[in-house]
């Protein structure tokens, strides 16, 4: 059943049990065009290097042929007198959430095989997600874990080195030593292949280091290859404000009346901006969560794991590396996000690659998506207009076109969002980002020992820590979430202004606000539960208060 879902796979010739997988868990149907230009060049045994567009399957291409091979491997080694599980692959990735994540596909890939996957990320906090390193046979790692961990002679025995996102593995490495070192430990036998969105210097340093003679896949179609007249799957758009803060109104406005709608990821440049994105949002109870370097590996893969079920449909996101852990973290390069279907850039990046690789988390394996650039300056917009002239992908695509929001709307909504921008204040985001570390550390096993053990067993400070309380109580504005009809009253509210420019080959947009009737519904449901909850829960209090109505006879 699962591998006739995967029959457009049949043709490369891959292991049966590598279909069945595909088809049974990866539930992937027919390959995406990088996978259907590596996949034969892997199994034909060559090195390769891979060049193509975010969210393309580029893992995939890569993932299932090295799969195949260990299968034949351990069919041979099988038929000689016994498999041994050593590590035979080894796969490097620029940051522990990549790592995590890479390691996370392998798992659901090996599930039903006879194979294993470890994850190196040299650090301690991610216990329950190692393997034991031995008895696995693909190991993926960063490069500073793995310089750590692989000694010759645990690489003697790898077939194939795969090195992903390989732009960023040499920038983001501590020293080149630390990738030279590794790939020097690899037989020189082993197969190489080099996977990047963006061909630079550091994967030409790359390349000469970990390939001999590789074939390139240069793949520019991430999905629908044929489908040229088909309006484009990634719609750009560009708000031009007047101010920074008038960012903060225009979201509230966007998110609120759902002109932009679905699983919104929103990119700040620092982490205390994003704290103050959340903040603001919190004030109008618009769910969300902040994605940032400040939080432990382990924290920052739930954190996506809650946005990709559904947690919350929100997720604002900070690039930003705080501490010298955090190096080689990004929330916006190689990271799956499930499903984006709008990509905000509140602040925009400092370079055309950060664009292109944030923009890059939406429309991912072929389904389409919106990305929102939001500028407030002439330099912002000349910076933009920059991104798209001279990027040699970017220079590709359609231009933004105008997303302007009628001042009737933003208005209306004015004196709240100014009104909760207030408290958004410096000490509120300082306690915020505190708040979210101490929680961190309270849930974390690891500390709680290890504070336990420092105190010698006393309860005391971790008591101190759970109740100390932040120095600004946040005050909760439940109210905010409605929005009372008169205001909703004027039909200009309504509008929005997006002129399509010349020869924009027809392009539609879906870029509606709700309607008045359906936009306070979820909140008015809402508040309706929590007031019948409320009811019965004093009923039931009433009850239990007076002996004669408790009484059953
Ligand atoms: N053949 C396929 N059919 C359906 N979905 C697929 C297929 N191949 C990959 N995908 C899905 O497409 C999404 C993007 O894949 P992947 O992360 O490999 O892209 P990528 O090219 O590595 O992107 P980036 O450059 O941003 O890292 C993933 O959710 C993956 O599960």
Redesign the pocket.
């Known amino acids: 059943m699962g591998a006739s879902k995967a029959t457009a ?1 049949t043709r490369f010739g891959l292991d049966a049990r590598v279909l069945e997988a ?1 088809g049974a868990q ?7 065009p ?2 259907e230009a590596v996949i034969p060049a892997v199994l034909a045994g060559k090195d390769v290097l891979v060049n ?10 890569y ?1 299932l042929p090295l799969v195949h091979r260990l299968l034949q491997l351990y069919d041979s080694e099988n038929a000689r007198g016994g498999w041994v599980e050593r590590t035979r692959a080894l796969v490097v990735v620029p940051s522990q959430d ?1 790592a995590i ?1 890479h390691g996370r ?1 392998f798992e659901v890939l090996l599930k039903q095989l006879p194979l294993h996957c470890c994850v190196i990320t040299g650090s301690g906090d991610n216990k329950s997600l190692l393997n034991t390193w031995t008895d696995a046979s693909i190991c993926v790692g960063t490069p500073a874990g793995l310089a750590d961990c692989l000694s010759s002679e645990r690489a003697a025995n790898i077939v194939l080195l795969v090195i ?2 390989a732009d960023l593995v040499l920038t983001f490495a501590k020293s080149t030593t630390q990738v030279q070192s590794i790939v020097q430990r690899v037989p020189a036998t082993a197969q190489g292949i080099l ?3 963006t061909l630079d210097e550091e994967v030409e340093a790359l390349r000469a280091l970990a390939l001999h003679q590789p074939e390139t896949c240069r793949v520019e179609a ?1 999905w629908d290859a044929q489908a040229s007249a088909k309006p484009q799957r990634v719609q750009y758009w560009v708000s031009r404000l007047s101010s920074p803060d008038e960012r903060y109104l225009w979201l509230y406005v966007v998110l609120r009346l759902r002109i932009l709608q679905g699983r919104i990821l929103v990119f700040v440049n620092s982490v205390p901006g994003a704290y103050r994105v959340k903040l603001f949002l919190d004030r109008f109870s618009l769910r969300c969560a902040v994605l940032n370097a400040d939080l432990p590996v382990t924290s920052r893969h739930h954190c996506l794991q809650q946005f990709d079920a559904g947690v919350f449909d929100i997720l604002i996101a900070s690039d930003e590396a705080t501490t010298a852990k955090a190096t080689g973290y990004s929330a916006s ?4 996000f ?1 499903h984006v279907d709008v990509v905000i850039h509140f602040d925009l990046p400092a370079d055309a690659e950060s664009f292109l ?1 944030r923009s ?2 939406t429309a ?3 389904r389409h998506g919106k990305v929102v650039a939001v500028v407030t300056s002439d330099d912002e917009s000349g910076r933009l207009e920059q991104f798209f002239g001279e990027h040699p992908r970017l220079s590709t695509y359609e231009r933004p076109r105008p997303l302007a929001i009628r001042n009737e709307s933003m208005e209306t909504f004015r004196y709240r969002a100014e009104d909760a921008l207030c408290a958004c204040t410096l000490l509120a985001v300082r306690e915020a980002r505190v708040q979210a570390l101490r929680d961190e550390m309270l849930r974390s096993r690891v500390f709680r020992e290890a504070l336990l053990a420092a105190r010698d067993g006393d309860h005391a400070d971790l008591e101190v820590l759970s109740h100390d309380r932040p120095l600004v109580r946040r005050r909760l504005a439940a109210h905010l979430a409605h929005i009372p009809d008169y205001m909703l009253k004027d039909d200009r509210l309504w509008q929005v202004f997006v002129p399509e420019i010349a020869n924009a080959s027809g392009s539609r947009t879906d870029l509606k606000p709700a309607t008045p009737d359906d936009l306070n519904l979820p909140v008015v449901n809402r508040i309706k539960r929590k007031h019948r909850s409320k009811l019965a829960h004093r009923a039931s209090r009433q009850r239990s208060a007076e002996p004669l109505k408790r009484l059953r006879l």
């Open positions: 796979f595909v990866l539930r992937w149907r027919a390959p995406s990088v996978q193509a567009p975010t969210g393309s399957g580029k893992t995939g291409a993932a990549l994540q596909i992903d996102e996977v990047s969105a991430s390069r190689g990271l799956d499930r690789h890059g988390r991912r394996a072929g």
